[in-house]
């Protein structure tokens, strides 16, 4: 079997360039990796404005589009998904809505990914609460969400799901079934993010038990020059491409003697 393409999912409020780092870790394994764009922080998109929103729905279905061009472009190359926290949200969405040709990934990665519902942070939850709650009225007073808040600037109805999403702990996309793909969900310790009791939440709503591995990056694991930090860890990304490799090789070995996984591994 080839090396994957790795589609590199970002975070809420940051550009593709960001993870060149990420993307030249996993090249210098031979694999192939992209970071896809995110909206509103590109220098050659706009901007969130009145004029110019979008979804969750959409950030899906840009998604979906990767990964299908991904297929076509290399049919017999499987292709993994990481998703680095919104980026995981997104990919969670994706999996579990299933796409136009009615494939997902191979497998997917999920960094920092958790939900955002207030009751599962500390301090009862409130800074996420109030973040959350307040969405909707300065998307309203502004058409977008405006600096300094939380995701700024964000698009008005990307926000205002995610704030609904923070609030009362329901995910703005159907949640019918589990993904069912091999899924390594990485926490970074520490992490005020994307705290434990988040990323329970988000393997217990969307993965199957069966087909997910966890893995922490510790402070120790991470390395001299590595980070657990909720963004920068990206900087310094060995540990974490190491362990999605041995994942990406466990799951193959399980697919090549005929597990569960199986099916997901042909080709198109």
């Not at 790795?6 to 970071?35: D, K």
Request: charge should be neutral; include cysteine.
């Amino acid at each position: 079997m080839q090396n994957p393409i790795v589609l590199i999912n970002p975070a809420m409020a940051i550009g593709s360039r960001y993870y060149e780092p990420l993307v030249a870790s996993f090249e210098r394994h031979g694999w192939e990796a992209r970071a896809l764009r995110r909206r509103g922080f590109e220098d050659d998109l706009p901007t969130a404005s009145r004029r110019a929103d979008w979804s969750y729905a959409d950030e899906i279905a840009d998604l979906d589009e990767a990964i299908r061009s991904a297929r076509a472009e290399s049919p017999d190359r499987p292709v993994v998904v990481l998703g680095h926290s919104l980026g995981g949200q997104i990919a969670a969405g994706q999996c579990i809505g299933g796409s136009a040709d009615g494939r997902g990934p191979d497998a997917l990665v999920g960094i920092g990914a958790s939900t955002p519902w207030f009751r599962r942070y500390p301090r009862a939850g409130l800074p996420v609460l109030a973040a959350g709650a307040m969405a909707w009225p300065l998307t309203f007073a502004f058409g977008y969400l405006p600096k300094p808040a939380f995701g700024a600037p964000g698009a008005r109805t990307l926000m205002r799901e995610w704030g609904a999403w923070a609030v009362t702990g329901r995910p703005p996309f159907p949640v019918d079934r589990r993904i069912d793909v091999p899924t390594l969900v990485i926490k970074l310790q520490a992490d005020p993010y994307a705290v434990s009791a988040a990323t329970d939440d988000y393997v217990e709503r969307f993965c199957d038990p069966d087909l997910t591995t966890r893995w922490t990056l510790t402070r120790e694991a991470a390395g001299p020059d590595g980070t657990t930090d909720h963004v920068r860890w990206v900087r310094s990304p060995d540990a974490v491409v190491d362990r999605v490799l041995e994942f990406w090789a466990q799951a193959s070995a399980n697919a090549s003697s005929g597990g569960q996984v199986q099916a997901r591994f042909r080709s198109p």
